[in-house]
């Protein structure tokens, strides 16, 4: 008999019994984030920089009709690797990647759901989805996700390939706290800063860990969406990435591409026409963010062992 898909690996299991600071990590930017064989060697760096600053790393993903939380070295290169076709993992396709035994990297929304089912409270990840630009009704599930599970996500705000005022509007809605870390600004993902405010800054993990323990002792089980700049050495100002994004989006529009396939499409326009930039600066940020999420956790582990 078959039982539950979700499959927590061993020491992520030990870890979540005896209160160990978790970090969970996606998988979408494996698949369809990053290319070849940048994407293998940024899973790895990514749990590196967690381990290094004292948590545990669980990347999260669908393999062989599992959910997996936890994943070894082999099971990452799998899903990096090109020439193995990986879903893409929102909620909707979790029964239908399951059921047909394809395997797949989990999005924002995707690796919230998982993680939460497995107990984790802090989830590191490059940037999330929103309101895509000259496509209002293009609206990440990742907003709409967020507002449902009690996780700390730490990002680099949301990439200027979309809306940002669109998108920060939607998480007003949903309820989810948008909190500068060592910021007053939403970031760009490539940039550091957006001109937008967020609702609150603060200094330290122990003071972001204090806003997500308050907000999930009111009862109310949203995420607390932490937004770091992307570090200073590789960020793109904001000026010299627009005329890219334009290019990119007017591409994308053109050759009508649509659903899934447009975030995908644009990160890739933006890295050729950028020529590589955009990588260095996405590369960056995302190990920067899985340490700042694994002092997060670590905080947060204290305030609730
Ligand atoms: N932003 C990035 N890189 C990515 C993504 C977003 O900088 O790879 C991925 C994330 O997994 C995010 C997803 O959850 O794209 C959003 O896709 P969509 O817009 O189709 O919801
Ligand atoms: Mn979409």
């Not at 039982?3 to 970090?23: D, M």
């Not at 990347?59 to 939380?69: C, M």
């Not at 940037?127 to 000259?134: A, D, E, T, Y």
């Not at 993902?189 to 609150?200: D, I, Q, Y």
Request: proline share 7%; hydrophobic share 45%; net charge negative.
């Amino acid at each position: 008999m078959e039982t539950t898909p979700l499959v927590i690996q061993p020491a992520v299991a030990a870890a979540l019994k005896n209160g160990t600071p978790l970090v969970a990590l996606e998988s979408a930017v494996i698949t369809h984030g990053l290319p070849y064989p940048h994407n293998l060697q940024l899973a790895l760096d990514m749990e590196q920089e967690v381990r290094q600053a004292g948590a545990l790393p669980a990347t999260i993903a669908i393999l062989d009709r599992k959910v997996r939380v936890g994943l070894t070295g082999d099971e990452v290169a799998r899903l990096a690797d090109p020439q193995q076709a990986a879903r893409k993992i929102s909620r909707r396709d979790f029964g239908i990647a399951l059921a047909r035994g394809e395997n797949g990297g989990t999005t924002v929304a995707g690796t919230l759901i998982a993680a939460h089912l497995a107990g984790i409270r802090v989830f590191a990840t490059g940037g999330i989805g929103g309101v895509h630009r000259g496509a209002p009704f293009d609206v990440s599930a990742d907003l709409h996700e967020l507002s449902l599970h009690p996780l700390v996500v730490v990002c680099a705000g949301a990439k200027s390939i979309l809306d940002l005022p669109a998108t920060l509007e939607i998480l007003e809605t949903q309820g989810v706290p948008v909190i500068g870390y060592q910021t007053d600004e939403f970031p760009a993902f490539f940039s550091r800063s957006s001109g937008l405010p967020v609702n609150a800054s603060v200094s330290t993990p122990a003071e972001l860990a204090q806003i997500a323990w308050r907000q999930w002792q009111m009862g109310l089980p949203g995420a607390i969406l932490a937004v770091v700049p992307p570090p200073e050495d590789s960020a793109i100002p904001a000026e010299q990435i627009e005329a890219i994004i334009q290019t990119a989006v007017a591409e994308a529009e053109e050759k009508g591409i649509r659903g899934a396939a447009v975030t995908p499409y644009l990160l890739g326009r933006v890295n050729d026409l950028s020529k590589g930039a955009s990588m260095r600066a996405n590369l960056a940020l995302l190990k920067n963010n899985a340490r700042v999420a694994a002092q997060i956790s670590i905080e947060l582990s204290r305030l609730q062992p």
